[in-house]
Structure formats: structure tokens, C-alpha cells
């Protein structure tokens, strides 16, 4: 498993696109200081358990009343085989290995639900601040899909479990990088309005300490837009950029931040050179799109 921000470290356009989602949740929240969740989908339920998956031996209690509560997940043989190992290991270190591969074989079958309590008990097992903040951040993204985000108490616990792990993590190691950088994204989209411009303040104070960290940059970047602070969001893009000037992903956002300054000839200048890329045609097709009149 890679050691930090296994979601974000190499972010996309796509990535930049969530990070915009989980941006207008941070507006909303300064408006609305509503921390009380609106029950959603009572109706239908995300609940049900997880009967595939075998319980006893491989998780905590806590863990085991996660799973109860998502959908029920048929992993394939490879993963089967790995859970039912897991079972009666008793060897730390093995264990160890075993809920990394787990983790991974989760992860690749879409199931970031599942990977994020796995990952959490790797974390408990093995508190090491890569084993925490790749918790943290599976269970952020994890609370971030469709599913968990219908259901209001399911998405809290999954936020709340991503908040602790990663706090543990910031207290263990006060100046790493991603640790703060997973723990403020994590606030941000906690729905938690008292923690939402808490969360910038520790994005921030990554590029305290690294003004080079463009990721952390990239994502300031993405909040100012959304907060209609285009001038700070200018800045953000063109300091990507100096480090970084094939960044497409970047370029596109710092073009769109100049025509909302009114300067639409240099958005467009820029506009045009993310079309013309073609490490990402998503992306030069979205930029495509935006050079056509309206």
C-alpha cells in the first residue's frame, strides 16, 4: 500500500472535480452552520448485512458493526481467500500483510466502503501514521460515494471514524504534510460547520510548511474558486504551475479563474493549450467545451 494520500497524492482532473463537490459543501456550511443531518432515504436503507463477508476473527466489534451496515459485498476469489486466512492469524506481522492485501483487493473492486473499515483495523493493529492516514483517507473518500452519503448516520460514522484516525496520525507527527493535508480535507467535508474553516486553516498550514506542495495548493485553489475568490485562486493555480507547467489540470482551473476576473483573451490563450494536450482527453474535451460560444 503506498504510505500517504493513496487517494489524492497524484490527483486527476476527476480528483479536482470531487475536491470541487466537497468545496461547495464547505460554502454551504459557512452560510448554514447546520450540523444537524437531514435523515435521508428512510424508505430504503443502506442497512443489511454484510453476510459474505466473514466476521469473527477479522475485524474489531467496531469494525464488524460497520460492515453490518453496508451493503452486502461478494468479493472475488482472490480477496475470499485472503479474508478467510485473516481469520485464524494470529501473527502480527502476517496480519499485518494480510489486511494490506485486503485493503487493495477492496479497493480495486470498487468497494472503498469496505477497504476504509479493513484499513481502520490495520490502523488500530498497527498505529504507524501510514497505516492512519491511509485510514483516514479511505474512510473520507469512502464517505464521499453516493451510498454512504444517502444515508445520514452511516455517513457520520464513517466521517467521524476518518476524523480519529487522522487526528491520531497529526498527534503522532505535527508537521507531516499529509497527515495535515487528509485531517483538513476530512473537515472540510465532515458537515460539520465548526470544522470547516478548520479545515482550511490545516490545508494551509501545509503550504506553510511546504510552499512547494502543489497538491495542497491545488486544493486551496479549488476552495477559493468556489468561495468567488478569484484573485487567491489566480495565485494558487500560477505557484502550481511555476512548479509544476505541464500541470493541465491546473491550467484549466487558473483559466477559468481569469475569466471569471473578466481577462477572457488570456483564459482562452490558456483554455486552448489544455485542448491541444493529449495526456488527458478528458480533460481537452472539457477544455474544448469551453472555448465555444455560448
Known sequence: MEQTSTATKTFSWQHGLLIGIGALVFVLLIFADNTNLKKENAAAPMGGAASSIPAGGTASANSDALLSMLPPAEPDESTATLLTALQGEADPATRDDLLRSVVNGFREEGRLDIAAVYAGDLASQNPEVKNLIVAGALFRNASQTPAIQADSSIFRMFSDEGLRYLNQAVAKEPQNEDA??????????????????????????????????????????????????????????????????????????????????????????????????????????????????N
Open 180 to 293: 495535515l493535508l487528509e485531517l483538513g480535507l476530512t473537515m472540510v467535508v465532515a458537515r460539520r460547520g465548526e470544522m470547516s474553516m478548520q479545515g482550511i486553516f490545516k490545508i494551509r498550514e501545509v503550504v506553510e510548511l511546504n510552499p512547494r506542495n502543489t497538491e495542497a495548493l491545488f486544493h486551496l485553489g479549488k476552495f477559493s474558486m468556489e468561495t468567488a475568490q478569484y484573485d487567491k485562486a489566480e495565485g494558487r493555480f500560477r505557484s502550481i504551475l511555476e512548479l509544476e507547467p505541464t500541470n493541465h489540470e491546473a491550467k484549466y482551473f487558473l483559466a477559468q479563474a481569469v475569466r471569471q476576473m473578466g481577462r477572457s483573451a488570456e483564459s482562452n490563450t490558456l483554455m486552448a493549450e489544455v485542448a491541444e494536450q493529449q495526456q488527458n482527453p478528458e480533460l481537452a474535451a472539457m477544455a474544448q467545451m469551453a472555448l465555444k460560444p
